[in-house]
């Protein structure tokens, strides 16, 4: 094999190399994305809901003391931000009841159409700027029908799409190489970009609780489930306590 061979197969081993790395990244950030939204649906349907519903009576709590002390400056800031408190907390709720329910769970035949769909497609390579928009139409696509778990439309976009041409070799050694060069350029370019993006859905405020959940419900648990029974618990406290404070207001 000529010098110039064995460097255009060392640079097309790259190559394949880096796609398997930039597809399965690619992959594990989409995955992410749609287990984050699924939990962040469970966990306003259960403790996010009883948490609006505690601030709710902590506000109650809050509003019948600073009545016992209306001179107390700092019972009635307190009252006013218990009730701020807790009309953040009920919106916050009733925009995730009114969102749409989480998408189903992704089976690993999905995952298998997306990696397929994504080494044919992908809009780092195309070689003119028609070529890279319609790649990133189509990767547009993908992303939305795996986020919904499915695997049939996947499997349609690729049919609809066609063979690759990049796919196809016939050129001379030469310009294979530059090809294979900027290619691979590309490819790490990617992997940077998806670093970031994970690094931002990372960022969103309920990643570290999902984190912790996950890992315990792999282990057997039922984290959000012990603190919806938590959470229910310091309800019923704060029900006895508001009317313990109606009591003495209304003996006093």
Known sequence: MLPEEQELARLEAEQAELEEQVTTAEL???TLKVELAQFQYRYYQGPGRLYAELDEWDARIAM???GMHPDDLEAQFRAKA????ARHSAEEAGVIEKSPPPPPEITPETK?????????MHPDRATTDDERK?????MAKVNLAYEKGDQAAIEKIIVEFGEDPEAIHGDDIASRMIKTIRRNAQLRRR????EKDRAEVEQH???ELFVTVKEAEEMGGDPLGDLVQEILKQISE???QLEILRQTLADA
Do not use: D, P, T, V
């Open 28 to 30: 594990e950030l989409e």
């Open 64 to 66: 019948a003391e600073s």
């Open 82 to 85: 218990a009730e701020e408190q």
């Open 112 to 120: 298998q159409a997306f990696r397929k769909a994504a080494k044919l």
């Open 134 to 138: 319609r790649r990133n139409e189509m």
């Open 191 to 194: 992997s940077g970009e998806i």
């Open 205 to 207: 405020e309920l990643f």
């Open 238 to 240: 704060r029900k006895i």
